[in-house]
């Protein structure tokens, strides 16, 4: 607050987006010096991964833990978002690496299938009654509160399974993290629809409950088919290669 007569600053919608992109392009500077100062050493640098939440996650940790291992200096940062926020950097140049769900168009990024795939379920309280069940049929949430995912690719595939249309449904909100959607839960506010893994239910008042017909979802690892990775984010993409058994097309 200032002084009496004071005016107070505050920016207009294209003076928040102007420094938005800003910020951005600060950001994308600092990420370039730091990549051209490691060149001519031994490798050394920081690699930048965007993605979502899911168990195969780990499958980067065990790679970056190979490349920490063998190249000391190098830096992983993981920013985490849904699919819109993991291309929306990578066109930018502020990740280098991205991993998302459904759809890659392959005239933009080069990528590869991550093994395996992750099975969708219910995230619910203890106490409710689909908890008695082995798993959750679509006739089972159509009239209860539902917390979805907020990325498109999801929802059609949620929505086809549940068979029904999002008008038709009691949608009580949305979440982009389902660690946050997890809060939601236990203050008994609807039913997640999300991924098995990512919430530690056994020390929670919660549980999780397979859908059936069972619904999975297959991830991919995609960077830009013209741009040029860092040695550092070379190294990094090898590694994360050799975990998944996968080879360059």
């Known amino acids: 607050r200032g002084a009496k007569g004071s005016k107070r600053v505050v920016l207009t919608e294209e003076g928040l987006l102007l420094r938005k992109r ?16 490691s060149e001519g050493r031994n490798i ?28 000391p200096d190098i830096t992983v940062h993981i ?6 926020f993991v291309t929306e950097q990578l066109e930018k140049g502020l990740i280098d690496i991205g991993m998302v769900y459904g759809f890659v ?17 219910v995230l619910m309280r203890r106490d409710s009654p ?7 049929r679509p006739e089972d949430l159509w009239d209860k509160p539902l917390i979805l995912s ?19 449904l009691d ?21 997640a629809i999300c991924f098995d893994g990512l919430i530690n239910v056994i020390q929670s008042g919660l549980c999780f409950r397979p859908l059936a017909p069972a619904l999975c979802s297959d991830g ?30």
């Open 171 to 191: 949608i009580v909100a949305t979440y982009n993290l389902v660690f946050n959607a997890s809060l939601l839960v236990d203050e008994g506010m609807g039913y």
């Open 130 to 136: 689909l908890a008695e069940r082995e798993s959750v």
């Open 220 to 249: 991919s690892v995609i960077w830009k088919r013209h741009g040029t990775l860092s040695k550092a984010s070379g190294v990094f993409l090898e590694k994360l290669m050799e975990e998944c058994g996968a080879k360059r097309i």
């Open 79 to 84: 920013r985490s978002g849904n699919a819109a």
């Open 22 to 37: 800003a910020e951005e392009i600060v950001e994308l500077v600092r990420k370039t010096q730091r990549e051209l100062s």
């Open 150 to 168: 907020a990325q498109s690719d999801s929802g059609r595939n949620i929505f086809s399974w549940l068979k029904k249309e999002p008008g038709q």
């Open 44 to 71: 050394a640098g920081e690699v930048f991964i965007g993605t979502g939440e899911s168990d195969t996650v780990r499958l980067f940790a065990k790679a970056a833990q190979k490349v920490r291992k063998e190249y």
């Open 105 to 121: 168009d392959s005239g933009r990024y080069e990528s590869f299938r991550l093994p395996g795939c992750d099975r969708w379920g």
